[in-house]
Structures are given as structure tokens and as C-alpha cells.
């Protein structure tokens, strides 16, 4: 390996710790207790972290089954039947049977929920609006573009490197 080549090799080593690096600061930030409490005090919307997941969830899926929630919200089964239990008696949520299995439930936003979710997410939005005040047009869409490429590539994994190679 050349000098410039060893150069270029460290270089973007440290660049990808660096983006690590950011990239944990932005999910420890935006996902934090400050920022939830931050959410919560501009909506009024007074509900656990899991409990705003799952009316994200719903909001985006539409009705679905328990371990369909699981999967879309990332949480762990126990604590999704533990916190549905409480949006449903909250009147958030509306439960009610699986008609292709009666032995599976179905959960769905409840009006409350609906109106509850959108004060939520309207909140979410004006603090970003005002995080981003001073960002362009133009570097915002720039930022969108490159996360939702991070997004998709960390999604896939390394793995999807190893199958294309494979697959050549």
C-alpha cells in the first residue's frame, strides 16, 4: 500500500468512526428523556416512550395483530401487551378479535388515539421546523436523501454486500 493509499485507508476509517460517532449522538438525542419530555410538554400528550411508539405504529399500519406491533415497533412482546392494555383502557386504542383467528387480537387507534397521535406528531414537527430554521431548502432535502441512504444501507446490513458479491 502506498503512502497516499495508507493515507486514504485511515482517513476514511476515521471518518466512518466519526459518523458512528454522530450518528449515536443524534439516535441518544432525539430518542432521549429530555427530548421525549420536550415532545411531550409542547403536545400535552403525557404518554411512556413505548406507548407513543405503538400509536406511531398504528397511526402508520393501520389495525393490526399483537406481534405485528412487536415487529413494527421493535419492542419486546411482554411489554407491547403491557402497554396496549394501558392505551386501551386510556381509550386510545380499540382491541377487538382477529376475524381470520379468533384466538389473536387485533389493536387499532381509537378516535382519542388519532387525535392524540397527530398533537403528538404536530408537536415533533414544530420543533423541527424550529431546529432547522436557519438549514435551506436545498440542504435539508440534501440531508433527507443522504439519511434516508444510511437508513436503508444500516437496514440491510453488511450482509447485503456479501449476497451481491455471491450473486455475481
Known sequence: MTDRATVRAVSRVDDLRKL???LTRIN???????AARTRSDRSGVMLS???ISIL?????????????????TGLEAPLISREVKELSDGGYVQRSSDPTDGRAGI???????IETWSRYRRAADD???ETFSQWSSEDLRALRVFLERVARD??????H????SRAS
Do not use: K, Y
Open 20 to 22: 458512528d460517532q454522530a
Open 28 to 34: 441518544r438525542i432525539s430518542t432521549g428523556r429530555v
Open 49 to 51: 416512550r413505548p406507548a
Open 56 to 72: 406511531g405504529a398504528l397511526h402508520s399500519s393501520g389495525p393490526v395483530r399483537l406481534s405485528s406491533l412487536a415487529r413494527l
Open 107 to 113: 389493536v387499532e387507534l381509537s378516535p382519542r388515539g
Open 127 to 129: 420543533i423541527n421546523a
Open 154 to 159: 444500516i437496514a440491510a446490513g453488511p450482509q
Open 161 to 164: 454486500l456479501e449476497r451481491q
